[in-house]
């Protein structure tokens, strides 16, 4: 089933278009024409399979504000676990609401950063995105209301709950009005999903997409033996020599990830590294610069990789290997997504190699290394 036979509108069709979409995901092609005719739904889909679009385009195109006038009172509510997921959801429904005749305003709040300034955005706020232990503080304090929201949304419930979000949602859910829509999406379906479930949703439609490996077969996988010192010289020489862009690198740690960096910039490649030392405004910059493709290189940890959502992109580099072989295989599976093919790179170390062997076992897939020393590195 194409876009055009979901029923959306021709703005959020052609928005959709122009980024290049050429036909929905299984939880969009099930998930968003139950939405749009109203329905409460109950999606579980695996991380990366398109829940933010699926409930994203529906809610722009069904939601009506409650009032001409500007007030601090939300028409539509989406709750999210990290603040990295929020500046992720809040960047897809800003691309596809100007593509709308009257837009809405639509705002992200999460800690780890001052409530001030979002208290003082809060007044004309329709959609927001919402991390529930900010949200909880920005009610508190009169920033926010919630007596007129027409639809909630549940994204990711599974680690919500698994990260103690409990009682901040049971708090929430009281705060809202009783006639609303209920959206609520989640990667598995365990005990603490289904306790919410049956309090949040009102005979909801219950979709399941089976989930799947990383599709391996669109990553082309290659590999170099090279000795520690010398990955630095060659992470230049393959950026460099074969004009990549949009390359996310993968250390192991964060000193490593930020010496990597540091010796890119010293060489002229535009890079910024991620990881859990890092402040939250200087992790949402660099990650939004590397999507916008405004930023050539991106330094990760493992710790944050899975924050790293990006549907076209090209190439993934393994300057050290994970610890296991899940990891190795979640970090490549950032590339080769949406059905587009991408390259992975991985430098293996002489101390490396029998771990890098197992990791293949694991994965059931060969790679072919090349000799990094019979390489000149200088050129």
């Given at each position: 089933?194409?876009?055009?036979?979901?029923?959306?509108?021709?703005?959020?069709?052609?928005?959709?278009?122009?980024?290049?979409?050429?036909?929905?995901?299984?939880?969009?092609?099930?998930?968003?024409?139950?939405?749009?005719?109203?329905?409460?739904?109950?999606?579980?889909?695996?991380?990366?399979?398109?829940?933010?679009?699926?409930?994203?385009?529906?809610?722009?195109?069904?939601?009506?504000?409650?009032?001409?006038?500007?007030?601090?009172?939300?028409?539509?509510?989406?709750?999210?676990?990290?603040?990295?997921?929020?500046?992720?959801?809040?960047?897809?429904?800003?691309?596809?609401?100007?593509?709308?005749?009257?837009?809405?305003?639509?705002?992200?709040?999460?800690?780890?950063?001052?409530?001030?300034?979002?208290?003082?955005?809060?007044?004309?706020?329709?959609?927001?995105?919402?991390?529930?232990?900010?949200?909880?503080?920005?009610?508190?304090?009169?920033?926010?209301g919630l007596g007129?929201?027409?639809?909630?949304?549940?994204?990711?419930?599974?680690?919500?709950?698994?990260?103690?979000?409990?009682?901040?949602?049971?708090?929430?859910?009281?705060?809202?009005?009783?006639?609303?829509?209920?959206?609520?999406?989640?990667?598995?379906?365990?005990?603490?999903?289904?306790?919410?479930?049956?309090?949040?949703?009102?005979?909801?439609?219950?979709?399941?997409?089976?989930?799947?490996?990383?599709?391996?077969?669109?990553?082309?996988?290659?590999?170099?033996?090279?000795?520690?010192?010398?990955?630095?010289?060659?992470?230049?020489?393959?950026?460099?020599?074969?004009?990549?862009?949009?390359?996310?690198?993968?250390?192991?740690?964060?000193?490593?990830?930020?010496?990597?960096?540091?010796?890119?910039?010293?060489?002229?490649?535009?890079?910024?590294?991620?990881?859990?030392?890092?402040?939250?405004?200087?992790?949402?910059?660099?990650?939004?610069?590397?999507?916008?493709?405004?930023?050539?290189?991106?330094?990760?940890?493992?710790?944050?990789?899975?924050?790293?959502?990006?549907?076209?992109?090209?190439?993934?580099?393994?300057?050290?290997?994970?610890r296991s072989p899940?990891?190795?295989?979640?970090?490549?599976?950032?590339?080769?997504?949406?059905?587009?093919?991408?390259?992975?790179?991985?430098?293996?170390?002489?101390?490396?190699?029998?771990?890098?062997?197992?990791?293949?076992?694991?994965?059931?897939?060969?790679?072919?290394?090349?000799?990094?020393?019979?390489?000149?590195?200088?050129?």
């Amino acid at each position: 089933m194409p876009f055009s036979k979901i029923g959306l509108p021709k703005e959020l069709l052609s928005a959709v278009k122009a980024e290049g979409y050429d036909k929905p995901y299984p939880i969009q092609q099930q998930a968003m024409p139950a939405i749009i005719k109203g329905h409460d739904v109950l999606g579980i889909a695996q991380t990366g399979s398109g829940k933010t679009l699926a409930f994203a385009l529906p809610v722009l195109m069904n939601l009506k504000p409650s009032s001409k006038e500007k007030s601090r009172n939300l028409d539509a509510l989406i709750l999210v676990p990290t603040r990295e997921l929020a500046v992720q959801v809040e960047e897809v429904f800003t691309k596809f609401n100007f593509a709308l005749a009257n837009p809405f305003v639509v705002k992200a709040v999460y800690g780890g950063v001052s409530i001030n300034p979002q208290m003082k955005g809060m007044y004309g706020v329709n959609i927001l995105i919402a991390t529930p232990g900010r949200l909880l503080d920005l009610h508190g304090s009169k920033a926010v209301g919630l007596g007129a929201v027409q639809v909630l949304v549940i994204d990711e419930a599974d680690k919500m709950l698994n990260l103690g979000f409990k009682d901040e949602m049971d708090e929430l859910i009281k705060l809202l009005p009783p006639k609303r829509q209920n959206l609520l999406f989640s990667a598995t379906l365990n005990d603490d999903v289904k306790s919410i479930h049956q309090v949040v949703l009102n005979k909801p439609i219950i979709i399941k997409i089976k989930p799947k490996d990383e599709n391996l077969d669109l990553i082309n996988q290659s590999g170099y033996w090279i000795e520690d010192e010398k990955k630095g010289p060659l992470l230049r020489y393959l950026i460099t020599k074969h004009e990549m862009q949009q390359v996310l690198v993968f250390t192991s740690s964060v000193f490593k990830a930020d010496t990597v960096v540091k010796k890119l910039n010293k060489h002229g490649i535009d890079a910024m590294s991620i990881h859990s030392k890092k402040s939250q405004g200087a992790r949402t910059d660099a990650l939004l610069k590397f999507k916008n493709k405004k930023l050539r290189v991106l330094v990760a940890t493992d710790l944050l990789s899975r924050g790293i959502d990006i549907e076209f992109l090209p190439y993934v580099i393994n300057y050290e290997l994970p610890r296991s072989p899940k990891d190795f295989i979640h970090r490549i599976g950032r590339t080769g997504r949406a059905e587009s093919p991408g390259e992975a790179i991985t430098f293996v170390n002489e101390e490396e190699e029998h771990h890098f062997k197992v990791i293949q076992k694991k994965m059931g897939k060969q790679i072919e290394c090349v000799d990094g020393h019979l390489l000149d590195l200088t050129s």
